[in-house]
């Protein structure tokens, strides 16, 4: 069974929550673990919050969009900006890596996204935007394969 939904909405801090909680309320219908939703909620507030803050530049008439698809125990998760986009994108996978630390963040975003997600895809081009592309693999799913 495919399912499937598109949310947009503008780029304010204050849309993350809202932007976590629908994403996991839509997956529910998978039975996720706790520890499944919690790291599903999780890289959706951080490629949430970079997009308003990096990509934006908290610029609150933008906006961010999310396309989430189940199919077969698989969630598949797409985040996209059209904002400034990465001038290079190794460099800001690397772990503590920021370009606003005037704003004390950790740097510690696409990590937290690759160790909580079984694929992350990133693509962006400068003045075009970001697009990050996530899966995980349900542990239910993982179980009705084996």
Not at 54 to 74: R, T
Not at 78 to 87: A, E, F, L
Not at 102 to 110: K, Q, Y
Request: glycine share 4%.
């Amino acid at each position: 069974m495919k399912n499937e939904m598109h949310l947009q909405f503008s780029a304010v801090s204050q849309n993350e929550s809202f932007a976590r909680v629908t994403v996991a309320a839509f997956i529910m219908q998978l039975d996720p673990t706790m520890d499944e939703l919690t790291e599903i909620k999780t890289v959706v507030s951080e490629a949430v919050t970079n997009a308003i803050i990096h990509g934006y530049n908290s610029n609150p008439n933008e906006h961010v969009y999310i396309s989430v698809q189940l199919e077969d125990g698989a969630v598949h998760i797409t985040i996209k900006d059209t904002g400034i986009g990465i001038q290079d994108i190794e460099e800001a996978r690397q772990p503590l890596f920021t370009t606003k630390p005037e704003l004390e963040r950790s740097g510690m975003g696409f990590t937290i996204m690759e160790n909580f997600m079984d694929l992350v895809e990133v693509h962006s081009t400068r003045e075009t935007g970001t697009t990050i592309q996530m899966t995980k693999y349900l542990t239910k799913s993982k179980a009705l394969c084996n």
